[in-house]
C-alpha cells in the first residue's frame, strides 16, 4: 500500500489552462506539504499544511491554491498555467510539524507548452 | 535563511569502495537531518533522520552523523554497490525541510 500516492505522475497542458494535483497519504500523519523541484533538480517548499490548516506558504504566485479537505488530502490547484510551472511536483507528509520524518510521493511531472 | 550545500555535487566511484557525501548547513537551529535517495524519474526515498539531539544514525550499509555545532552531517556508505547508484539529497528540518542541490553518485561495475 502505497504510503503518499499522488495523481496523476504526469500532465502535460496548455498555458492558460486550469488544473489539479491531488495526494493522499494513509499514514495517518497530521502535516502534509507540497514542494517543487525545478528543471535544475532543486526541491523547495511551496506549502504547509497541519490538521488542514495552512502554516507555510512560501511565497508562491496565487495561481497556486491548495486545499485541504481532510488531514489525509492536500490537493493542488493551478490557474493560468504559465511555461514557468513546468516542474516535478511532490507532496510530501510527516506524522506533526517539526522534528518527524517526511515521506515522499512519487511526484508529478508538470509540462506545460 | 538555512542554506545546505552538499558537496560534491558528482561523484563516480568504483564497485566496493566506501564514501562520504557531505552535507553543510548555515543554521544551526534545526529539529532534524534527512538524507534522501532519488533514482531518475522517482519520488524521494527516506534513508535516515537525524534528530537533533542525535550524533548518528546506521541502517545496514549506511551511517549518516550529525554535528550541529559546525552545522555539517555526512553521509557513510560501506562497500557501495552499483544499485546505490542515485541521487542523494540531504535536508535540514525545522517547520519545514529545506534541501541541498544533491549528490549525484555512480558506481561503477
Known amino acids: 500500500d502505497t504510503a503518499v500516492s499522488q495523481t496523476p505522475k504526469y500532465l502535460v497542458t496548455q498555458m492558460g489552462n486550469d488544473k489539479s494535483i491531488k495526494c493522499e497519504q494513509n499514514l495517518g500523519h497530521d502535516t502534509m506539504y507540497w514542494y517543487k523541484q525545478d528543471s535544475k533538480k532543486f526541491l523547495k517548499i511551496m506549502f504547509s499544511y497541519n490538521n488542514k490548516e495552512l502554516i507555510i506558504n512560501e511565497t508562491v504566485p496565487n495561481r497556486f491554491s491548495p486545499k485541504s479537505p481532510d488531514k489525509a488530502h492536500l490537493n493542488l490547484h493551478i490557474n493560468s498555467l504559465e511555461l514557468g510551472d513546468s516542474a516535478v511536483y511532490f507532496c510530501?507528509?510527516?506524522?506533526?510539524?517539526?522534528?518527524?520524518?517526511?515521506?515522499f510521493g512519487q511526484g508529478t511531472r508538470l509540462t506545460v507548452v | 535563511k538555512q542554506e545546505v550545500t552538499q558537496i560534491p555535487a558528482a561523484l563516480s566511484v568504483p564497485e566496493g569502495e566506501n564514501l562520504v557525501l557531505n552535507c553543510s548547513f548555515t543554521d544551526s537551529a534545526i529539529y532534524n537531518l534527512q538524507w534522501f535517495r532519488q533514482d531518475p524519474g522517482k519520488g524521494l526515498t527516506s534513508l535516515l533522520l537525524i534528530q537533533s539531539s542525535q550524533r548518528e544514525q546506521t541502517s545496514g550499509r549506511l551511517n549518516a552523523s550529525l554535528d550541529k555545532s559546525s552545522g555539517r552531517s555526512t553521509l557513510y556508505i560501506a562497500a557501495s554497490q552499483p544499485g546505490d547508484s542515485a541521487t542523494y539529497l540531504c535536508a535540514v528540518g525545522s517547520e519545514k525541510l529545506v534541501f541541498g542541490k544533491g549528490t549525484k553518485l555512480t558506481v561503477n561495475p
Open positions: 510530501a507528509s510527516s506524522q506533526r510539524q517539526g522534528n518527524t520524518e517526511a515521506f
